[in-house]
């Protein structure tokens, strides 16, 4: 049996029994095995987990707007700035921050402070500072200085009364203008009487025509002292005007009414109760060289050596009398 078990198991081992294949050429090299206190190598790490493609790369801006594109540095230094969000409806898009419009012969008017405010808002000061402003200036043989920036943006109601409405300075899109100052140290103060009436009206024509809300001395009791312009839409286009250009002061005060002329007509009296005569109306007053001259009685001559006439002394007036109380039925409660 054992000879005959020895050859049948060296046929098995020899002809039925598969080789491993050979190893390909593409295939890695096999590292050897780590040994005791040595590091792993980098291809027994963990991986890193990838970063997403969103996380990667930092979000880009929005492209520009129209609006930003056409305000260029030969129109306005404004530079543009985040977005304002918030807190409720304050602030939106596309702001910049107004400082200094430039005007076409490249000399700049700046804001005192600058204002924040969306890029519409601000082309359309420009716009009113270049084409109407400047020139009211060089009409008064002077230049354009500066723009009294009163408020732009703020985040608040309406004439900052709480609970109110939200104002258009909470969405930039509002500006406060006390007046423009020129090169030759005078001022346009839009809302004091002592400047000129003409150039008020001037500056009160221009901006109700390029802007939609004015608000002005006498309008609500809120702008007594300074101008509000803003660009807010309504339905229909309705535009809001109201600015009252007060008259100037006198430059000296009456202190008395003027003396009535001797040719005025005679004033109107009242009507009387019913019943009673009409009083004559008055007589125009005669001219001085018309009226008699009044000769007053002269005193009668003394005689020589009379003695002088005394004159009666003024009676005492008597005392009034003092009349007794009647007396009261309760007098014998006493």
């Not at 005193?299 to 109380?325: L, M, T, W």
């Amino acid at each position: 049996m054992l000879l005959v078990a020895a050859p049948a198991q060296a046929y098995l081992t020899t002809s039925r029994v598969p080789l491993p294949k050979p190893r390909p050429a593409e295939a890695p090299a096999i590292e050897p095995a780590q040994k005791p206190g040595e590091e792993p190598t980098k291809s027994e790490q963990s991986p890193e987990p990838e970063k997403p493609a969103a996380e990667a790369r930092p979000p880009e801006p929005p492209p520009p707007s129209a609006c930003r594109l056409a305000l260029t540095d030969a129109v306005a230094v404004a530079p543009s700035i985040p977005d304002i969000k918030g807190p409720g409806a304050c602030g939106g898009p596309d702001m910049v921050r107004l400082e200094a419009v430039v005007l076409p012969d490249k000399t700049r008017v700046p804001l005192k402070p600058a204002g924040t405010m969306r890029c519409a808002m601000a082309t359309a000061v420009a716009e009113w500072i270049r084409t109407d402003m400047a020139p009211l200036a060089t009409s008064l043989g002077t230049k354009l200085l500066e723009l009294d920036n009163f408020d732009s943006f703020d985040c608040r109601g309406r004439n900052r009364v709480v609970g109110a409405k939200l104002s258009e300075h909470g969405r930039a899109n509002a500006l406060d203008v006390r007046g423009l100052k020129l090169a030759n140290g005078r001022s346009i103060a839009l809302t004091e009487r002592n400047t000129p009436r003409e150039q008020r009206e001037a500056v009160l024509h221009s901006v109700c025509t390029r802007f939609t809300t004015v608000l002005g001395p006498g309008s609500d009791g809120y702008h007594e002292d300074h101008i509000h312009l803003d660009i807010a839409e309504r339905r229909g286009n309705y535009r809001i005007c109201q600015w009252d250009v007060w008259d100037e002061w006198p430059r000296i005060a009456p202190l008395m009414p003027a003396v009535r002329p001797d040719e005025a007509p005679p004033r109107e009296v009242a009507e009387g109760k019913p019943g009673e005569a009409k009083p004559e109306t008055a007589k125009p007053a005669e001219p001085a060289a018309a009226r008699p001259a009044a000769t007053e009685p002269e005193p009668e001559p003394e005689a020589e050596g009379a003695p002088p006439q005394e004159q009666p002394k003024p009676k005492p007036k008597p005392k009034p009398k003092k009349r007794r109380a009647p007396p009261s039925p309760f007098s014998f409660l006493r």
